[in-house]
């Protein structure tokens, strides 16, 4: 059974940074593209970033470049978003996926494991 779960959300001020994390567990992590996504209320889920199987390549939203750095650890399994400078408009459940293809940032259809998400709110 593939449990895909996401921690460090929380409030943090305009400027700030937090760091979420992402933990695997029933599937060959190594073998899998993982990123993370966001969906604020009353918008459609987007791809804020994207990590190949090795954490070679890595791709971003144009909003987030240079604020955010994904990484990944394949020892243990683990995802992971360091979020800097943050913003209001960064305000958004997280949610980590992970898929047996290419990366993709447009086409969320193309993930297979999706975690519960956790909530990130940034005020002004």
């Known amino acids: 059974q593939v449990q895909v779960v996401e921690s460090g959300g929380g409030l943090v001020q305009a400027g700030g940074s937090l760091r979420l994390s992402c933990t695997v567990s029933g599937l060959a992590f190594d073998d899998y593209a993982m990123a993370w996504f966001r969906q604020a209320p009353g918008k459609e889920r987007e791809g804020v970033s994207c990590?190949?199987?090795?954490?070679?390549?890595?791709y971003y939203t144009d909003s987030v470049k240079g604020r955010f750095t994904i990484s990944r650890d394949n020892a243990k399994n683990m995802l992971y978003l360091q979020m800097n400078s943050m913003k209001p408009e960064d305000t958004a459940m997280y949610y980590c996926a992970a898929s047996d293809g290419y990366c993709s940032l447009d086409d969320d259809g193309r993930f297979d494991y999706w975690g519960q998400g956790t909530q990130v709110s940034v005020s002004s």
């Open positions: 990590i190949s199987l090795t954490g070679n390549s890595k």
